[in-house]
């Protein structure tokens, strides 16, 4: 059973309309991850949850946030997408020193 | 900052061995990991290495770690095409807060 669950798996937007990705997992992990990868490029990081703690990437843009209400459920939020910002969205947990599990992803188009 | 490189391509024959290298710059690393992932997939991890040690070995992967020339591998013993995929080493540095920097991956490929 998948215990990092990504919804959607596909996203369609239009350019500068809000979307919401979500992830939830099963795993009771403390840390929860948001990568961006464009066409299997190398994963980037945009942000990470250490518990509550909000650990932003210097060269995360602003139009990229997040939110954790909960151990289980993190939010990746884009405010205004660009064309630029199609790509795919991997969210990931860790127990710390186990390597962080993937989910499946979310693949976001903007037109 | 961490700075994880690794050459873009590879290309075996069936039943020979892949070695899929891997570097980075941080020297305080704790963990190295390796990660497969499959087209449109998400990322699986394979295996993993912790910073004090040389090499790990299992099954068919063997995981070797030069800390001196902060230099990591993968070999893949008797390649299938089943693993015909892009393989990730990915860093995790002490005091980031479990933070994880990935490297550019290697596209493995398979030749039956």
């Known amino acids: 059973d998948a215990m990092v669950i990504q919804n959607p798996r596909y996203q369609v937007t239009q350019f500068g309309k809000p979307v919401t990705l979500s992830c939830s997992q099963t795993?009771?992990?403390?840390?929860m991850y948001w990568y961006q990868q464009k066409s299997s490029q190398a994963p980037k990081l945009l942000f990470h949850y250490y518990d509550k703690d909000f650990n932003n990437e210097a060269d995360t843009p602003d139009n990229f946030q997040s939110r954790r209400p909960n151990t289980s459920f993190c939010f990746l939020d884009i405010r205004s997408p660009g064309l630029g910002d199609a790509a795919m969205y991997l969210c990931?947990?860790?127990?710390?020193?186990?390597?962080?599990?993937f989910g499946e992803g979310s693949w976001l188009t903007v037109v | 900052g961490e700075d994880v490189e690794q050459s873009l391509f590879l290309s075996v024959r069936e039943g020979d061995s892949s070695v899929i290298n891997c570097t980075y710059t941080d020297s305080s690393s704790t963990y190295l990991y390796w990660y497969k992932q499959e087209p449109g997939a998400g990322l699986q991890l394979l295996t993993y290495i912790f910073s004090n040690m040389d090499m790990k070995q299992d099954q068919r992967l063997t995981v070797l770690l030069n800390k001196k020339d902060k230099h990591l591998s993968l070999r893949i013993a008797d390649t299938q095409t089943g693993d015909s995929a892009i393989y990730f080493c990915a860093e995790e540095v002490a005091g980031g807060y479990q933070k994880v920097t990935f490297g550019t991956g290697t596209k493995l490929q398979v030749i039956p």
């Open positions: 795993l009771n992990h403390n840390v």
């Open positions: 990931a947990t860790s127990a710390g020193g186990l390597g962080p599990s």
